[in-house]
């Protein structure tokens, strides 16, 4: 079995006989389950009740798994418990104060008096903010839910779980304290509205999973009156990413970015970002596919940002599906739908071409079809080497933007966070086709891809505070 999606607690009440723990072991084997640890809760002395940790396929797979225990003679299944359900227990964030509160001198700084003070402060001069408040830590995590992790329109309220993931990332790598706010509106006006009318608390404005085309919409017009970055997790993240990813694993390959055919298949917010990025980064030969084959010039049925692909990418003007369009191709990038690719396919690209089949839950090419045909391969999952996720760029970008105040997350920016990350990589176990990105909790990915944002950000003028500045105070 491959990598399990699914685990549970089973708490099973087993006779003290000798055998017997064996016998539920074996049970649990021969349906296909994987121990993953066994604890023991109560001891007596005809039964000993113990919580055995199972991996399985998925939900229906568990509850096979629990009908075979139950059938063991003189067993008893007490409970299943979801393990992931079980980690969202009560939500997986919360307040934590910075001061403590616990004397009447503590009362009287934080709260009145004496908390007056900073409040006039603030009246006088609102940049004081920045200083004197959680403010400048803090981002908005914002969905309207219309495109959860992979699982289509779920609503606001649904999104929750995913965006409170999120925030506990963002504060977990980059001491960030982010807050999820998922939005009860679809009229991209109304969302943006929302957003800068609860605004004036946060740094910066994360958006994530919003289906396109509202989220480009949204993007744009939140950023058009606000002087915080908005940044879209699952354009420019991904983008980042991707880019560091293919910079690594053309040198794998033995070229270079500036020299590649690179084939984006997926015109979502990521492919689209994805497209824009390794336009300013040089790339050599961008070619963009949607369900309807390449996008081109001569095609009248792109709008004005596909039409803006059109006119940037695809010099050669070629047509056809992707399988047509890749050949010959150094790289792939896919962000579309399962099963796109066959291995013949990736037979026909390059030398060791660099394959990134990011679509999920299940990729454009599974890692068994691919082994063999391509140089470099990567995907979303935890399960393969190389994961590309947006996680190893979000983190470290959001710390050099807040560092420096900065007013907008820029191309630059993005470009720079990029370079950090491949070259994080390199640090972290040298290039090779299974290491092309560094672990997401690799300790130096956040300091190093900050530090390159920052810089980036006052190079461009829109960092409120620099470097310079921050050293002479």
Same mark, same amino acid.
């Given at each position: @079995? ?7 607690? #089973?708490?099973?009440?087993? /006779?003290?006989?000798?055998? @017997? ?25 005809? !039964? ?6 199972? &991996? ?25 418990? $979801? ?11 919360? @307040? ?14 934080? &709260?009145?008096? +004496? ?16 200083? &004197? ?6 981002? #908005? ?8 992790? +992979?699982?289509? $329109? ?10 409170? !993931? ?13 807050? /999820? ?6 009229? /991209?006006?109304?969302?943006? *509205? ?25 993007? =744009? ?51 689209? !970002? ?24 001569? =095609? ?15 010099? %050669? ?30 037979? %026909? #690209? ?11 839950? *299940?990729? *454009? ?11 470099? &391969? ?6 393969? /080497? ?16 807040? $560092? ?8 630059? #920016? ?28 690799? %300790? ?10 920052? !810089? ?18």
């Amino acid at each position: @079995m491959s990598q399990p999606t699914y685990s549970l607690t #089973m708490r099973v009440h087993i /006779p003290a006989s000798v055998g @017997m723990l064996g016998r539920v072991m074996e049970a649990i084997g021969d349906t296909g389950g994987q121990v993953g640890g066994v604890d023991i809760v109560r001891s007596g002395k005809d !039964a000993i009740t113990r919580d055995i940790t199972i &991996y399985a396929r998925d939900e229906e797979h568990g509850e096979s798994i629990a009908r075979a225990v139950r059938q063991v003679e003189g067993v008893e299944v007490e409970s299943l418990t $979801d393990r992931v359900f079980l980690s969202h227990a009560g939500g997986k964030i919360g @307040m934590e104060n910075r001061v403590p509160v616990v004397t009447r001198d503590d009362l009287s700084m934080a &709260y009145t008096p +004496g908390v007056a003070r900073v409040c006039m402060a603030i009246h006088h001069d609102f940049e004081q903010a920045w200083e &004197y408040t959680i403010k400048g830590s803090s981002v #908005m995590v914002v969905s309207d839910g219309s495109s959860v992790v +992979g699982q289509g $329109d779920l609503g606001p309220e649904a999104a929750l779980p995913a965006l409170e !993931a999120k925030c506990a990332f963002l504060h977990t790598l980059a001491g960030i304290d982010a807050f /999820p706010l998922p939005i009860d509106l679809r009229d /991209p006006a109304e969302i943006a *509205e929302a957003v800068v009318l609860t605004s004036s608390v946060f740094a910066g404005i994360h958006l994530a999973d919003i289906s396109a085309p509202r989220c480009f919409e949204i993007q =744009r017009l939140i950023a058009e009156r606000l002087d915080i970055p908005v940044f879209h997790e699952d354009q420019q993240g991904t983008a980042v990413v991707v880019l560091a990813a293919l910079t690594n694993g053309l040198a794998v390959a033995g070229t270079t970015l500036a020299d590649a055919t690179i084939v984006v298949a997926g015109t979502g917010p990521g492919g689209q !970002a994805v497209a824009r990025l390794l336009v300013a980064a040089g790339a050599g030969t961008v070619v963009v596919a949607d369900s309807k084959g390449a996008i081109h010039a001569g =095609r009248d049925d792109l709008d004005d940002d596909l039409s803006w692909i059109a006119a940037n990418t695809n010099p %050669a003007g070629v047509t056809g599906p992707v399988a047509e369009i890749l050949k010959g191709a150094h790289a792939f990038v896919g962000l579309s739908a399962p099963g796109l690719l066959s291995a013949a396919d990736v037979s %026909a #690209m390059a030398a060791d071409p660099v394959v990134l089949a990011l679509a999920m839950p *299940e990729p *454009e090419i599974r890692p068994s079809e691919a082994a063999g045909v391509a140089g470099v &391969y990567a995907t979303g999952r935890p399960d393969v /080497p190389n994961q590309i996720n947006s996680g190893l760029a979000s983190p470290g970008i959001w710390r050099g933007a807040l $560092d420096c105040r900065a007013t907008e997350i820029n191309q630059a #920016m993005t470009l720079a966070a990029a370079t950090a990350i491949a070259e994080t990589a390199l640090e972290e176990g040298g290039l090779s086709a299974t290491n092309v990105v560094p672990s997401i909790f690799n %300790a130096q990915l956040v300091p190093n891809v900050a530090a390159a944002v920052r !810089a980036a950000a006052e190079a461009t003028g829109v960092a409120r505070v620099t470097s310079g500045a921050a050293a002479a105070s």
